[in-house]
């Protein structure tokens, strides 16, 4: 299972990728195979203000439906419109394709959330 | 494993009741209920209400509608279909959908019937579906459901859902439909529906040894109520939650044809245009922005039309034909 070194990971699986106050965030590859092909993805909304752990959209597979969790708190700047078209996108390359671009408010969010090798370790709880 | 005892057959209820036990419940067990509804549509998550239902037929036939929290398609409930949740741990059971239908097969078995897994979703007798099943994930917790066709009204079943009718272009999740079959036909010996859920009832119980039933409290009640008075009895959530999507509606009228074009967000009107060959292009334009952000629902435009005075942009028609050309 691919887990990049440089992001980091909440226990629902997302991933996020900091640069600055600016965060880029999507599923893991666990997610996206564990929920099996990917049929639809409800985004945030752009300028919507979303809380760590708290829902900011949807994922359904032929599996079922997931909820998607913010990892951080702050403000909507960018949503990948691409997926809505295209939501098998997140199968294919779950790290390629971020889901929304998060201006954080609060970089003390990133304390909470788990680093590569944390979440190898917590990953491998699960199975 | 423990029942949680249940005997509304309100849609908008049991629907906020299954987001109850799954978001709220602290009790030590995993929960499972057994429910019916009255006449009712039960959309998937992600669907476009407008382009799964018949709405002139629910409306005539006093036929709730209502979103729930899982994926698939639309199905169709009445007091002949009984529906089964289970809410447990997520870990090891995601996807495990053969280990929440076993029961179902076994309580079959039990009264003459031999019933398999069809695909990952569906349970069958000889080849037709009785059953859809459906899971939700939400913060370590699995919600699994599905319906089971004991004794429903097809009929009304094939009238109520119409996929594929309109000439909508949305990405939400499109129904499929099935060969479907009720399991009393499949019976020797009659029994009711109320006998099968007892039989199911004890099955289910059998995936984990617990204590039997549970009665929700006076405040678990007013939890749920809350929830359905906030969210599932809701047109926001019923309607408006459903994915972007492009409508054209045309007609061919006495006096010459109207072509309209829109874009849906939110259940609101995101963008218009109306082309008629009665009138040139860009004259409608002030109509055109004044249904942008509109409710998209033909008593929510006509107030719009009434106040900009249709008769000024379209003399032959009147506001509600206009209304509910738009959105029918």
Wanted: glycine letters at 8%.
């Amino acid at each position: 299972m691919n887990i990049p070194k440089k992001l980091l990971y909440t226990k629902e699986h997302e991933w996020i990728k900091v640069n600055g106050d600016k965060g880029h965030v999507g599923i893991t590859d666990y997610a996206q195979h564990h929920l099996g092909d990917i049929v639809f993805v409800e985004l945030p909304e752009l300028d919507e203000e979303v809380a760590a752990g708290e829902s900011m959209g949807v994922v359904e597979s032929v599996k079922a439906v997931a909820t998607l969790f913010s990892p951080v708190s702050g403000q909507v700047m960018e949503v990948n419109e691409e997926l809505e078209e295209a939501p098998e996108l997140l199968n294919e390359d779950p790290y390629g394709n971020w889901i929304a671009i998060i201006e954080l408010s609060d970089q003390g969010d990133l304390e909470g959330l788990m680093s590569a090798d944390e979440y190898k370790s917590y990953c491998e709880t699960l199975e | 494993m423990i029942e949680v005892v249940n005997h509304s057959r309100d849609p908008y209820f049991n629907l906020a009741l299954e987001e109850y036990l799954m978001t709220s419940w602290t009790g030590p067990n995993h929960t499972f209920i057994l429910w019916q509804n009255k006449p009712a549509v039960i959309i998937g998550r992600n669907q476009n209400t407008i382009e799964e239902v018949n709405q002139p037929y629910l409306d005539q036939e006093g036929v709730v509608l209502v979103r729930r929290m899982s994926g698939g398609g639309a199905v169709y409930h009445d007091l002949g279909n009984l529906n089964y949740t289970l809410v447990v741990d997520e870990n090891l059971d995601f996807a495990n959908y053969d280990k929440f239908t076993r029961p179902v097969i076994k309580a079959l078995d039990r009264i003459g019937v031999r019933a398999e897994n069809s695909g990952r979703n569906d349970i069958t007798i000889e080849g037709r579906k009785f059953s859809g099943n459906a899971q939700f994930k939400y913060r370590g917790r699995l919600l699994h459901h599905g319906t089971i066709l004991f004794d429903s009204n097809l009929e009304a079943m094939t009238l109520a859902l119409n996929p594929g009718v309109h000439k909508i272009s949305s990405k939400g999740i499109k129904s499929v439909r099935s060969r479907v079959t009720n399991i009393r036909d499949h019976l020797s010996q009659d029994i009711k529906v109320e006998e099968f859920k007892e039989i199911l009832a004890a099955e289910l119980l059998q995936l984990e040894p617990g204590p039997g039933t549970y009665q929700l409290s006076q405040a678990e009640l007013q939890a749920v109520e809350a929830l359905r008075e906030n969210k599932y009895a809701t047109w926001a959530w019923n309607y408006g939650q459903s994915p972007a999507f492009n409508r054209r509606k045309t007609a061919s009228l006495a006096w010459g044809h109207i072509d309209i074009r829109l874009e849906v967000k939110h259940g609101r009107i995101r963008s218009c245009r109306i082309f008629g060959d009665y009138f040139q292009a860009g004259e409608m334009e002030d109509l055109e922005q004044a249904l942008i952000g509109v409710v998209y629902r033909w008593q929510d435009i006509k107030v719009c039309l009434e106040k900009i005075g249709l008769y000024d942009y379209l003399p032959q028609m009147d506001e509600e034909e206009l209304a509910r050309l738009i959105s029918g």
